[in-house]
């Protein structure tokens, strides 16, 4: 009786002896992979670093009647600085990459203010569009406010929570957007970051809430899989209740002779005594809800979007630390999901926190897991980089997310301009 264990040794002989003799093709092949990911991330963060940028705070003005439609128009409108994808040569030779917007809410206890770090080429952009749907607004040039927390978060006397969001299900899917939340009375019209400026303005000395929507334009590529999920709903068939076994080997062969009988003089038929192309460009009969779903991706689909990625950040002392603001943030992307639709996840792998049950690998140096990851995406929110995982967004989800907050929002400390500055008049006396 053969040995296994001979066998296995055998077998080991035979790829030692392979790799003798393919190393040198194998080994070159794993080693340029590997040159070429360092290589790429090299250029990519030149080309990055030699980007101007500029950092401006948006201060809205003290009556805003305008619904988050508006903020979608100005969306729009900053989707034209894409034209096309860089091509093979600008990326792997030139690291280039596509210019990218950073809208940011912020709260402390001084209040919640709006801001907008973009390409230093943008800037006309910007307040041309801001300006031409909320003309008592100001912009001005500010000071990047995380360089007046420190460089290093957590330390000893500050602790930070913080995640990436992401959707939950796929790009074409749509969230729950802002015409679900308006009103025709204007008392009525409920506001869907009423919410997170709430919790923004009662906060302490010391605590701070970060909110970062990373937005990148994109083409159209994103749209073919929303139109075959839509055509696949048009063309759904439900299949009939399988037959047994046993059945299913007798009509089979029935059915195959049919055929090789009538194939001469015409196409065959199957299971159902259907042609094939029968039942294609059918519409079938889709429910209520499918309809309502299919409605809403046609009209994503139909609109412009970009990459996205949504980071949240709250900051405060060791000693005073509380979770209740992090459960209050994270509740209120909630109101934008639906479980037919989409809705709104933590990127498991920068949520500074680790679920595990003892004695698995998960649990093992949570500590040190934890740590870094506040390290991480602490960093990365400074330098306004975006995660390994990204979504795509139409302009009217950007602007159910991230707009001005209507008059109507009751957040006391919410900075608002009680009066504008103007442009002296065209015939005064020099």
């Known amino acids: 009786m053969v040995d296994f264990w001979e066998i296995i040794s055998a077998i080991g002989k035979i790829l030692l002896e392979i790799l003798k003799l393919t190393w040198w093709i194998i080994l070159p092949a794993l080693l340029f992979s590997v040159f070429s990911d360092f290589w790429n991330a090299g250029i990519r963060g030149m080309y990055i ?31 034209s ?39 230093e080429s943008t800037r006309n952009l910007i307040e041309s569009a801001v300006y031409s749907e909320y003309p008592d607004a100001e912009i001005v040039l500010a000071d990047d406010y995380v360089n007046f927390m420190p460089s290093v978060l957590p330390n000893d006397i500050y602790d930070i929570w913080g995640s990436d969001y992401i959707l939950a299900n796929k790009n074409p899917y749509p969230i729950q957007t802002y015409p679900y939340f308006e009103a025709n009375i204007e008392e009525q019209r409920l506001d869907p970051i009423s919410a997170i400026t709430e919790v923004m303005s009662k906060l302490k000395e010391g605590e701070a809430i970060w909110l970062q929507y990373l937005m990148r334009p994109v083409g159209d590529k994103w749209k073919k899989e929303g139109e075959e999920i839509r055509d696949k709903m048009y063309s759904r068939k ?13 009509y089979g062969f029935f059915e195959f002779l049919l055929n090789l009988i009538k194939g001469i003089m015409e196409p065959p038929t199957w299971a159902d005594g259907k042609k094939p192309s029968d039942d294609k460009g059918k519409v079938v009969t889709l429910s209520p809800g499918e309809r309502n779903v299919l409605e809403a991706i046609e009209n994503k689909i139909s609109k412009f979007g970009f990459e996205t990625a949504i980071r949240f950040i709250y900051i405060d002392k060791k000693d ?111």
């Not at 439900?238 to 007798?250: E, N, Q, R, V």
Request: hydrophobic share 40%; with cysteine; charged share 25%.
């Open 49 to 79: 670093k030699k980007m101007k940028w500029i950092f401006l705070e948006i201060k809205i003005p003290g009556n805003v009647l305008k619904t988050p439609k508006a903020m979608e128009n100005i969306f729009t409108a900053l989707h």
């Open 81 to 119: 600085i894409y034209n096309s994808d860089p091509g093979w040569e600008d990326v792997h030779f030139n690291g280039k990459v596509l210019s990218w917007y950073s809208f940011e809410m912020v709260g402390y206890a001084g209040g919640v203010s709006f801001y907008v770090r973009a390409p």
């Open 238 to 250: 439900k299949p009939d209740a399988p037959p047994s076994f046993l059945m299913g080997i007798i």
């Open 320 to 430: 005073e630390f509380t979770q209740l603001n992090v459960a209050a943030v994270s509740g209120a992307f909630k109101q934008f999901g639906t479980q037919d639709r989409n809705s709104f996840k933590m990127i498991s792998e920068t949520k500074t926190s680790v679920t595990g049950d003892l004695l698995t690998t998960k649990s093992w140096f949570r500590k040190n897991k934890i740590y870094a990851r506040k390290r991480s995406i602490y960093d990365a929110y400074r330098s306004r980089k975006f995660p390994p995982k990204c979504s795509i967004l139409c302009t009217e989800e950007l602007a159910t997310v991230f707009h001005f907050p209507l008059s109507t929002v009751g957040a006391p400390m919410l900075r608002r301009l009680e009066t504008r500055k103007g442009e002296p008049p065209s015939n005064l006396p020099m």
